[in-house]
């Protein structure tokens, strides 16, 4: 049974840090791509990032590109998610996320791409 279990969210004040990580745990096939999504109250989910197998490629949504940095160790299965300059509207539920794809394309942010999913967890930043 595969198990996805994200880790690090927290309250913060604006301006400052949080680093999430996401472990997933079962997978019987190797070469994944692993992405970050959110959702925050009241609105849909939306794609933050994504990173393929070997970190080739990495892709971010507008939102965040140039504060957020996704990397990750694939020998441990590990996806993580360095938050920088943190703002009140990054206020959301984190889900991270398993491909069944080893890249992600131009359309990395659509939740089809996607096989299994954490449970989230919350990133609550203050003004």
């Known amino acids: 049974q595969v198990q996805v279990d994200e880790s690090g969210g927290g309250v913060v004040h604006a301006g400052g840090s949080l680093r999430l990580s996401c472990t997933a745990i079962?997978?019987?096939?190797?070469?994944?791509?692993m992405g970050w999504f959110r959702q925050a109250p009241g609105k849909e989910r939306e794609g933050v990032s994504c990173?393929?197998?070997?970190?080739?490629?990495?892709y971010y949504s507008d939102s965040v590109k140039g504060r957020f940095t996704v990397f990750r160790d694939d020998a441990k299965n590990t996806l993580h998610l360095q938050m920088n300059n943190l703002k009140p509207e990054d206020t959301a539920t984190y889900y991270c996320a398993v491909s069944s794809y080893d890249s992600c394309s131009t359309s990395w942010d659509s939740e089809r791409r996607f096989r299994y999913w954490g449970q989230g967890t919350r990133v609550t930043v203050s003004s």
């Open positions: 079962g997978l019987r096939y190797d070469n994944y791509a």
């Open positions: 990173l393929s197998w070997h970190s080739t490629h990495e």
